[in-house]
């Protein structure tokens, strides 16, 4: 690809992910502060409203996907409902917010993995690595950025959570004048044995790499805004601002693995879940609002580091016929896992509360990682180790 054409299609990639990205983030992280402050949810319930996001996510990656062939009408109509969604947010109710949240996760579900298929589309297999790591700090840059959009829309409608949420709409607007321009291949017409896709050990093992930040994650997205307004009596503006500091330190290392590439994958998540423990235990006894805000940019860390990691494994291990089906059916298991965890998560709450929780999945988190050393001894010796 051409300098000037490569540039181009960068600065497009950067501009959908960003508001997409960005809009997505606030959905997750506001609407947990609706339903707790506004809807007088208990924190189980909080993480069941993510599982339906879940469930709707799952079933456009796994089911429909990879039935689409004419992707860019089902491209511009995924962000269309998504757009429905967050404008009617102002509209929702206790009773009708899980139908929101479900029609939010097909529109979720069905556009994320053609954005990561598209950031594959570069020939040259190093600048593709390289796009692929630009894509991730698009998506770390909206999501450092999106807190304090959330924040100043607060300030802006005096803590009115509903109206600032809607506001997003805008962003949303724009990333759909961009999907427009994307790039949209990575899909060959050529029928893919699904199941081979999948049987394979590295196919899981990139699974396994997303799936250790998946608990911790969550906890920070359903509950981390709520707890620092319970432990510190912090305002709605300021809880959701705190956020940029998790986010920031995740474009960070983002931001430097678009400099440097990945050498040792094995040794990057063996960094990374060591530092989610760590954060996870500074965020859960919160023992002064230093070492909360301390534990907040650790777990960016992780977060920032994951997600590259198991997109690079993916594709460094499929060729281009069979990419977007990986990208699909890897999208579908980590649906999957989403629509699972918010619902254990919700029923460890609901025993040992919101600071305990981060405490509590600290367990499963360790579980996961031995379960990706175990794949990673399995799997044939390669460049994705």
Known sequence: MKSRKYFIYLLLLFILTFFWRATTNAYSTMLPLIAKYEFNFQ???????????GIGSFITSFFINQRIKKLRPYFILSITLLLI??????????ANVWFFILVEGLATGATSPLIISSAGTVEDPKERERAIAFYSLALSTSLAVAPF????????????????????SALVLISMVSAFFMRLSGRNEAKINGSGIIKRPYFWKAVASNAIYTFPFVA??????????????????VSVAMYSVFFITSFLTRFYLTLRPVRSIDRSVALGSLLTVLGLLLVGT??????????????????????PVSL??????????????????????NNLIWLLTPFISGIIASFVGISLTFIVVIAPTAAIYLIYMYLAKISKPSAIS
């Open 43 to 53: 924190p189980s319930l909080i993480m069941y409203l993510g599982g339906i996001g």
């Open 220 to 237: 920070m997205t359903y509950y981390g805004a709520i707890l620092a307004r319970q432990a510190f009596k912090l305002s709605y503006s």
């Open 85 to 94: 969604v967050i404008a009617l947010v102002p509209f929702y109710t206790g």
């Open 286 to 307: 919160h023992l002064n609002l230093m070492l909360f805000i301390v534990g907040y940019a650790i777990l960016g860390f992780p977060h920032g580091l994951f997600w």
């Open 312 to 333: 690079i494994i993916l594709r460094r291990s499929y060729g281009d016929e069979e990419i977007y089906a990986a990208n699909s059916y890897y999208i579908s298991i």
């Open 149 to 168: 959009i959330s924040s100043g829309f607060l300030v802006l409608t005096k803590e009115n959570l509903k109206i600032s949420l809607a506001m997003f």
